[in-house]
Structure formats: structure tokens, C-alpha cells
């Protein structure tokens, strides 16, 4: 009896002290806390660095820089926000903003956001960001994540091929064209695992002449893109590249070997997001690739997604004013360019595109092309407000993966697929 | 020694080690030629650069001694408290409780520990407790069900006439389990202490949802921190993971004297 | 002298634990916190109904990732300890290499696993083939035959050292009397290892079992790793769905349905498995 009080005594003694352990807070000093989501080592060590020039121009704000792991991010973003742990600046993907504006848990920002002069060099599509949900904005888009068509320059010269695929017909043949088994070469580093989804379907959608920019899988006349008369056709081209251009191993490719696959040459055409650029310039250099536009599908047109990441501020958080002086400063024009050219993603302010050459010329020169030519390449969104959303990139998973292995037909698949989003 | 005996232990090692050769010539590899195909057994050049890496850009150095401090502490004190429940209930009398005891320990390893993070965070958030390399040690610390039930597998293998002659002799159960039981277990307190350890080490889930503060972070969660959206940086997680295995594998090292010593001297005489 | 242990134990897990399988009888989903209320076995029958996640296959997978990995984890591991036991030259440096498999991180395991089996990058394809028992690289994970076979491989060569080492340590404790006794009497090596080594070190060979089962079904690190559940589900677990739901699809309530599933079935078994082991100890 005697060592069990002195058990719990002891155990209730340390969490005393761990508790008193907590810093007080002091009457004029501030200290905010800034969870990442998109953690990388480069970004954080960005991050901090603008964290230092913001400290040093206001001396009574200290930031806290919070980056777990990016496996770990959304689920400790979840828990920390929804036990309301003190937190005044959060990364927010585009994928689950909406639970939160559903549970009340951001700050409205439109009135922030219209007295602040840089918001008016930022992009339409920034605004359309911005304005994500219930068209009202809940946070400030801080960069793009866009897909385009990585291609091997130096591996495609030496097979013998010097076009540039501008047509998803054309892509198909020329990954068909280049494939020998026998010696390894194959032709598109596909994505089998891993929400293969965002690459997938937007390959698909390309030939279809109607997407709604709201739903990517509605049309515009409302019936489901899955239905539509051209979609198993297109599916079962995507199959056929996968059977004659892909190693059968390239079903459980995810991010990782499909990257690895463009960068040891196995295979030359690479769908990516521009953050993909850095990753490719430290593994083989940027002279022995380019980038070009996706290519268009039968309809003259291709369809893009516009993954984003962007500050936001918890709607608890009690220092909402020093938050916002940050945000402003980390989202200006000059800061949103350096993060970019640093982290790889697509910046949100028109002005940078116009002015720096870093982003207007090169490989980025693709993405330019990609945002400002809008009657061939049309900005859609995952429909992210729908319940059955979260589940989704499992199911087609694993149902593409069965198509693409034959266990089931395109046309099971595109029924199953229908009656998911019924 | 039959050669049959040492063409299964070769095997036995060679599949052991296979992947660690992986891992160490990957982390001494030119990050140019980690990538490449055909695969490169034998890299042209060995470099460290990838460790000067980790341990300037990544600060790796915080990260371990963070670890250390953690893995230690709670291990150490997990260990005190499952040895002695773990002998408690092995000497428990009441046959029908002892189950009950028995099967409620188990019990908490059912629990899948995803599932458990949340109603754990939010009591640890209610107190104010996150974020504190303390409260991640209380919280391992508390993990004790591993403990005392190998505990007390092993001391079921003990005679209850060990200790009854200490006792007759005037210590109290306690004294006898320090001064006779436990010299006797040696190998199984060396084995215990070496995957409570080791578990501790290489925690990660708690780790990330706990902890935030970056000077606060563990060895798992600086590893895991190299995957980013834009993939896995393998050079540095590869050097991490070689630096991350010493402390355990030197653990493992010196403990399996302990646990083997007890061959040539420790047959319990009966 | 248990209380302490007890104590620790019901703040760490037992108090948590009834709020998660509280949890799977809410509705609670975090897409709409404005609704949960108590939804009775919705959750349940969700999880169980659902027509995209075969529920019968899910079961298949997790009793043949848990069976598959845990008899060959033990025999392995049991032989590895046996032949451990005698002293021999190097031994001690031996058993340090044999035995590192186990302290290597979870998430590494996974990864460092799916780059070895990589088909095209991969070092077991590339090994294979020069000794010439392959023509063609095969598609350990991109093959929905063998993609099970590839993980519960790399759980086994995590899991070997833990018996190794339990075992290792419980053989220290057989008298060598009994062993001495045995070969009078005539019996062979076969004939020792049943009579005498495994009801000496029973109790450690109880619990080691259980608790590796249990840990096997709850932890879905290396699958995840390696297939994230594919091709196909042919590695979907219980314990991978469960994390599908709770982290990905942010149903907390089907999540936790999906984990007292889980509970129940381990619960059930560690009843029957130790009322049928206490039967043949010498003691309990």
C-alpha cells in the first residue's frame, strides 16, 4: 500500500512539474505557431530563414516552427487543430480544406485580404484558390503544384527520336515506339500506387470535350464523365500503354520509382508536378531533360488540376494580427518567388511570371504556357467537397489496378467507378 | 561444428545482412550514382559526404541525444516496474485473477496504437502536456505490459524454492528478487531491458504527434522527415539509418554476452 | 506489487481505449463534426458492407499475413536460438550481426524492403538472376500472387531476432540435467528438443507468440511501405484498412469500428490460446 502512494505520488509529481514546465506568457511578447504541412528539409530551412528577417523587423514576435514529417503532416495537422492546440499560422492542402471551413475551425480572411496591396499582382487562379471553399477565402495560396511532360533530352536522342509529343495520342505512340523489353527500355514512367488518380484520370479526361472546371468528374451537361461515350475508349488506350510502354513492376510505381525510373533513363517520359524539377536537377542535372505542356487530349483540349498549399489562420487562435503580419510577408511577390525557386512549385503572383526569368523561361516556361493559354489547357477541380472524396483515391487504387491487370474490363471499371460518384 | 551447421547459420546471416550492406554502400555513395541501373554493388567512389550532411544541414546530433535521453530513461524505468509486477504475478496465487490479470495485459497490445492516438492526444493536449520530451518519456515509460508478461514467462521458469530460502533468511520479497531472482535472469532482464530499448528507439508515431518544438525531435522522426512530397532523399536517410542503428546494435552487441553467459554457469540447480 | 504496472497501464491505455471503441459506435467523421451522435452498428455494418473493400478478402489477408509471418518468424527464429546455444568461434560476433534486424526503424523496413524488391532496380531480382534461378526479373509487388509472399518476407526477416533473442535467453534457464538424463535414457537430439527443451521454455514460447501475433496484426508499417495495400488488395489488412479510414478518409467512427474488429478477434484468441497452454504448464 505504502509503494503505491508513493508511486502515484511520484507520477503525479512529475506531471506537476512537466506541467509548470510550460513557459508563461509574457504581458507584450508574442509567440506564434506555424505548423507546416508540405514539410522538406530545403523548405524548413527557407521557412526559418524568413521567420529570422520577420523577427528581427518585429522584436516582440517569436514564431515556432512546428514540421513534422510530410507522411505524418495532415494526420498531426488533424489532431492538433481539432484538440485546439495553440496554433496561429497552419498549411492547408487543397485536398481536405474543406473539413475544416466545415467545423469552423479558419478565419475568415476577405477583409485581411482586401486591404492588403500585394493581393492585387496575385493571379486569377489565386483568387480561385483563395476562394476554395464556399467562394469565400479561408487562406492565402502560397504556391501550384501543376502537372506537364518531363522528357529525357539525351536518352530520346540517342533512341533516335527528336519531336516533342504535343497530343495524348502522340505520347502513347512515341512511349510505344521506344519500349524494347529486352533491353530495359521502356517508355513512360507510370503511376501505379499512391493516389495514381491525379495522374490517371487527367490523362483519361483529356479526350473528353466537356469537363465542368467545378466536378472533373461531371460534364458540364451534368451526367458523369464515367458514362460518357468516349471515356472506355480512352481508358482502354491508357491501358494499352500501360500493357506495350510500361514494365509490368510499374503497377506498384509510386512517386519514388517513377521518378527513379525517368531518372536512370528506363523511362524517358515522366508526368510530374514542378517540385519534381529540383529533385530531378540533384539526381541528374537539368541538361539532360526539359519540360514541355501536357499534351492535349482528342478534344484540342487537356484538363489540369491546381494542387495548392496556402497559410491559413485556426479561427481560436489568439494572435490573429501578429499571424496575419507574417502571412503578408511570407506571401509577398519576392518571398513567394524565393520559396518557389527553392521548394519547385509554381509561385501565385502574376508579376513573377511576367518579371522573373527564372520562371518564364527554361523548363518552367511549360508551366507558363499551361497558365496562360486558358482555351487549351482548362483548370478543373477534384470534387473535395463530397463525402465519398477521401475514399476515393483507394478505390480507384485498387480498381485500376485490377483493370490494368485484366482481372476486371473497362467497362466494369467505368461502371463501378460511375456508381461510386452516383 | 558440422559444415551443414554452418551452411545454415551462413544463410541465416546472409539474410540478415543483405540489406544492411544495401543501406551502408547506398550511404556512401555519390547521390549522382544512387539512381543509376544496372545496379552498382561496388560504387567507383566512397564518400562521406552524405553523413557530413546529416549531421550539419540535418543536425542529427540533437535528434541522438534526444533519443538517447528518451530511450534510456523510459527503458530503464519500464524496466524497474515490469520486473517487479512481472515477478508478482508470476508468484500470484489466486489462479482464476491471475488469468483475468494475464489476459487484461495482453489486452493492451490489442489495441492497434493508431487508434489509440486519438483519445490519447487529446487527454495529453487537456493537460498540457504536449510537446515535452518529459511527457514523452512518462508515456513510453508507461508502456509495461511487454515488460511483465515476458517477465513473468520467465520467472514462471524460476522454482518458487529459489526465493523461498531467501525469505526464510529475513528478506522481504522484494530483497529476494534483487539479490537471488535476478542474478539468476540475467539473460532474460538483459533481453527485456535490450527491446524495451529498441522499441523506445524507434517509436515513431507518438513521437511525431507528441512533439513539436524541432530541438524536441527523435531520431525517427528526423529519419522520416528525409520523405517529402518530392520523395525520399536517400543519401541522408541512408546515413541516418546507419548512425540510428549503432546505439541498438552495440546494445544488441554487449547484451547477448549477458544472455548467452548463463550457458556455461547458470544451470538452475534445482 | 502489480499495482504500480496496473496503474501506468489504465492512464496509458485502458482509460483511452474506452473512448476509441466508444468512437466506433458514434457517428464521427470529421468532414461534418456537427453530426455525431450515437449511431449504434452503422459503423460496423459500413466497414463490413462495403461494396469496395471486400470485406471476406480483407479477413483472407490479415489471417494470412499474421499465420504466414509468425510460423516462420518463430521455427526461424526458435532454430536460430538452438543453434546459437552451443559456443562456437565468432559467436558472439555472430550473434550481433544475425540479431540487427530488429532495431532497424518500422518505416525503414518498408522502404528498404520495396527498393529490394524492386522489379526493375531490385537487388533479390538482380541476385536471382545472376545465380540463375531467374530468366526474367519477376514483379515481386506488382504481382498480386506474389506480393504477400514479398511482405511477410520482409516481416520475417524483422521478426527472426526477436525470437532469436526471447529464446536465446529462455534455453539459458533448462537445466542441463535434464538434458544429461534424457541422453541416458537414450534419447536423440529430436526426442531432447521435444521432451525437454520445449516444455522447459513453454511459457516463454506462450507469450512470445501472442504478443508478435498481436503485433503483426496492428502494425501495418511494412505493407504500407512496400504496397500501400496493392496490387489489387492482396495485401489489404484489417489493421491497413483501419488506418484507410481513420487517416485518409478521416471516418474516425468506422475507423474505430474497423479496431474493436480487430480487438475482439486478437481477445478471442489469446482466451482460447492461453486457456489451452495454461492447461500444459506445470504451474498457473
Redesign the interface.
Known sequence: MKRVCAVVSF?IL??G???L??PCAAAEAVKL?L?ER????E?T?FIKDVVKTFEAAHPNITI?????????AE??LN??IN???PLDIVEISNLTIKQFVNNGLLENLESRIASWPDAKSWLPLTFSAARFVDNTAYLMPEFYFIKALFMRTDVLKKLGVDTVPTTMQQLYDLSKKITKPAA?QYGFAFRGKGNPYRTSDYMILADLPNVDPKNVYRTTDGKLVFEHSQFVKSLKAYIELFKTAVPPDGINWG??EQ??AF????APLLIQDP??V??VD???GRDKYTVVPMPLGISGKTYLDYGFGGLAIPSYSTNKDAAWEFMKLFSAPKQNAELCKKY?PLPTHAVTYKEDPYFSTGVYKAWAVEMNTPDKYTFVRFPTDSPVFPGWAQVQQQSMQATLLGQITAEEAAAKWAGYWK | ?GSG?VL??FF??A??????Y??IITSLKD??E??????LYFPSQLGLESYRKLFS??KFGIYFRNSLLVSALAATGALI??L??G???SR?RL?RS??A???????????????????????L??????D?L??LI??Y??????G???S???F???PVSLEEAALIDGCN?LQALYHVILP??L??V??IL??EF?GF??E??LA??LL???TNMT???A???????????WD??SAG?VV??LP??IL??I???F??A??TE????? | ??M???L??A???????V??IA?AFRQYNLLNLSNTGFNGLANFRAVILDPNADFLRILLNTFVWVAGSLILQFV?GF??AL???K??PG??????????????????IG???S??FNG??G?VN?VLMRLGFLAHPIGFLSNPRFAMMSVIVANV?YG???FG??L???L??????LYESAEVEGAGKIRQLFSVTIP??L??I???T??RM??IM??PDIIYGMTDGGPVNSTTTL?IQ??NR??LEFN?GQ??AI?VI??AI??TY??IY?SVS?RS?I??
Open positions: 507520477v512529475v506531471m512539474c512537466l506541467a514546465a510550460q505557431n505548423l508540405y514539410t522538406s528539409p523548405r530551412a515556432n516552427v512546428i514540421s513534422p514529417p510530410f507522411d505524418q494526420a498531426k489532431m492538433m484538440a485546439k492546440e530495359n512517386f519514388s521518378v527513379n531518372a536512370s533513363g528506363v517540385d519534381t529540383a529533385l540533384r539526381q541528374i519547385g | 561444428m551447421k545454415i547459420l541465416y546471416l539474410f540478415a545482412v543483405m540489406p544492411l544495401w543501406i547521390i549522382k544512387i539512381y543509376t541501373f544496372p545496379l544541414f540535418a516496474v515490469c517487479i509486477s515477478f508478482g504475478l500470484y489462479k491471475k488469468k490479470i494475464l489476459l487484461g495485459l495482453y489486452f493492451t497490445q490489442m489495441v492497434p496504437g493508431f487508434l489509440l492516438m486519438i483519445p490519447l492526444f487529446t487527454m493536449s487537456r493537460l498540457r502536456l504536449t515535452s518529459g511527457a512518462a508515456v515509460g508507461m508502456t509495461v505490459a511487454f511483465t508478461i515476458m513473468k514467462s520467465f514462471d521458469r524460476i520479497t539468476v535472469s539473460p532474460a538483459v533481453a535490450s527491446f529498441v528507439w524507434n515513431l508515431f511525431v504527434m513539436s518544438t524541432d531520431v525517427p522522426v529519419l522520416n522527415s528525409f520523405i517529402s512530397k518530392s520523395g525520399v532523399e541522408v536517410l539509418l540510428a542503428l541498438t546494435m544488441f552487441a547484451g547477448q554476452k544472455i548467452i548463463g550457458l547458470g544451470s538452475v540447480k534445482g | 506489487m502489480l504500480p504496472a496496473l501506468l497501464l492512464l496509458r491505455i485502458y482509460l483511452p481505449v473512448q476509441s468512437l526461424l532454430t536460430l543453434l546459437l546455444c559456443p562456437f559467436r558472439g560476433l555472430y550473434a550481433s550481426c544475425v540479431f540487427y534486424p530488429w532495431a532497424v526503424s518500422g518505416f525503414a522502404l528498404v524492403w527498393w529490394l526493375q532496380f537487388l538482380d526477416w527472426i531476432p526477436f533473442i526471447m536465446l535467453a529462455a539459458q534457464s533448462v537445466p542441463r540435467e522447459c521454455v511459457p516463454v506462450v507469450s512470445t501472442l504478443l498481436m503485433w496492428n502494425f489493421a483501419m488506418i481513420t487517416y474516425y475507423g474505430a479496431g480487430i480487438m486478437q481477445f489469446a482466451f492461453l495454461s504448464e504451474e498457473l
